[in-house]
T-cell receptor, first 111, second 111 residues
Framework: KNEVEQSPQNLTAQEGEFITINCSYS?????LHWLQQHPGGGIVSLFM???GKKKHGRLIATINIQEKHSSLHITASHPRDSAVYIC?????????????FGEGTQLTVNP | NAGVTQTPKFRILKIGQSMTLQCTQD?????MYWYRQDPGMGLKLIYY???????DKGEVPNGYNVSRSTTEDFPLRLELAAPSQTSVYFC??????????FGSGTRLTVV
């Protein structure tokens, strides 16, 4: 079993729909990251969370430390949101701040 | 600022050849990382560095070597390339407790 599990693996939505991507992890963490990888491969950091909730534009990320679970929400989805969304956890300050990654969720938003 | 710069973007190697993937960052980050991304898999850590002169193995170090002579540069060396090293390679940097900046990736094919 992977230390970081994402669901769903693939998600297709219509433009305007509300989207949720889930991430569960099995280790103690110091922070959780949500990343976006566009076709063409570049990876961009969206959020870093250690508690609560963060919002940036139409993106919202939440984390429940007790339940070891995080969600990424996209409101009013748009075709330009089509990308792979990756959850990654940092498991300790003394571990070189390394990340452990989920396998990613491929999101396709159709017009 | 350029962020994290990786070169080359694409490369085809023959089995047994060697090459160096270059990674440079201009943000004065202490932490640098090399990851590989295989289709359908999460990114896996190859090597990381917590500062100039200090490197350590990640999850999948076999067949690779690194050096960190300066804060800016963290080259990854492949000796005796094998087909199993066909992958997309990402370099990343971090100040340690905040977000990560990724390079644009190097797509390597070993034939």
């Amino acid at each position: 079993k992977n230390e970081v599990e994402q669901s769903p693996q693939n998600l297709t939505a219509q433009e305007g729909e509300f989207i949720t991507i889930n991430c569960s992890y099995s280790v103690g963490i110091s922070a959780l990251h949500w990343l976006q990888q566009h076709p063409g491969g570049g990876i961009v950091s969206l959020f870093m969370l250690s508690s609560g909730k963060k919002k940036h534009g139409r993106l919202i990320a939440t984390i429940n430390i007790q339940e070891k679970h995080s969600s990424l929400h996209i409101t009013a989805s748009h075709p330009r949101d089509s990308a792979v969304y990756i959850c990654a956890v940092r498991s300790g300050e003394t571990s070189g701040s390394r990340l452990t990654f989920g396998e990613g969720t491929q999101l396709t938003v159709n017009p | 600022n350029a962020g994290v710069t990786q070169t080359p973007k694409f490369r085809i190697l023959k089995i047994g050849q060697s090459m160096t993937l270059q990674c440079t960052q201009d943000m004065n980050h202490n932490y640098m990382y090399w990851y590989r991304q295989d289709p359908g898999m999460g990114l896996k850590l190859i090597y990381y560095s917590v500062g100039a002169g200090i490197t350590d193995k990640g999850e999948v170090p076999n067949g690779y070597n690194v050096s960190r002579s300066t804060t800016e540069d963290f080259p990854l060396r492949l000796e005796l390339a094998a087909p199993s090293q066909t992958s997309v390679y990402f370099c990343a940097s971090s100040p340690g407790t905040r977000g990560y900046t990724f390079g644009s990736g190097t797509r390597l094919t070993v034939v």
